[in-house]
């Protein structure tokens, strides 16, 4: 069983659809990121948590440590969404999920 | 502040030849990450290294693969006789002092990716 599993895998949304991502560990964290990696294969850093909720725009994202879950949210979802969406956990290395592969059909 | 510098972005390379893949870590940054994306496979993470100390390496290859982050100039992965199976995307990242676990900012910086291709 992988440390960190995501789901779904792919996902296929209409732009404006609500999206939801997430992410399950099972080992000890000590904070977990979000990655966003283009097409091209670029990637940025979303957001890192170690605890509750934060907002970037049309991003959430939430932690729930005792549950070992995290959920990446994006409202009003755009093309331009589209891209691998990618959860890290960091327990002095770091630990990635296989990524959400996430479609917005205009 | 031009952020995380990889290059080259892309390295051919025929089998049995060297691989160096530099990495300079964002301005203030003293912590750099490697990680390698196989084709069609998720990032794994690699080696983290501090100025001149290797932090944990538990993610590399035992064999061919070293990292070096020298007092100055940008962190080296070298790759010695290369194969067919080294052909992937290496990212580098950086934080700051205090490395990825203080505070609310998203502290970790990557690199655009160098792609190494093995003939």
């Known amino acids: 069983k992988n440390e960190v599993e995501q789901s779904p895998q792919n996902l296929t949304a209409q732009e404006g659809e609500f999206i939801t991502i997430n992410c399950s560990y099972s080992?000890?964290?000590?904070?977990l990121h979000w990655l966003q990696q283009h097409p091209g294969g670029g990637i940025v850093s979303l957001f890192m948590?170690?605890?509750g909720k934060k907002k970037h725009g049309r991003l959430i994202a939430t932690i729930n440590i005792q549950e070992k879950h995290s959920s990446l949210h994006i409202t009003a979802s755009h093309p331009r969404d589209s891209a691998v969406y990618i959860c890290a956990v960091d327990n002095n290395d770091m630990r990635f999920g296989a990524g959400t592969r996430l479609t917005v059909k205009p | 502040n031009a952020g995380v510098m990889q290059n080259p972005r892309h390295l051919v390379r025929r089998r049995g030849q060297e691989a160096r893949l530099r990495c300079s870590p964002m301005?203030?940054?003293?912590?750099v990450y490697w990680y390698r994306q196989l084709p069609e496979e998720g990032l794994k993470f690699m080696v983290y290294l501090q100025k001149e100390n290797i932090i944990d390496e538990s993610g590399m290859p035992k064999e061919r693969f070293s990292a070096e982050f020298p007092k100055e100039g940008p962190s080296i992965l070298r790759i010695q006789q290369v194969v067919r199976g080294d052909s992937a995307a290496y990212f580098c990242?950086?934080?700051?002092?205090?490395?990825?676990?203080?505070?609310?900012?998203?502290?970790?910086?990557f690199g655009a990716g160098s792609r190494l291709t093995v003939l």
């Open positions: 948590l170690s605890s």
């Open positions: 990242a950086s934080s700051p002092p205090g490395g990825g676990a203080t505070s609310g900012a998203n502290v970790l910086t």
């Open positions: 301005k203030g940054h003293s912590h």
């Open positions: 080992v000890g964290i000590s904070a």
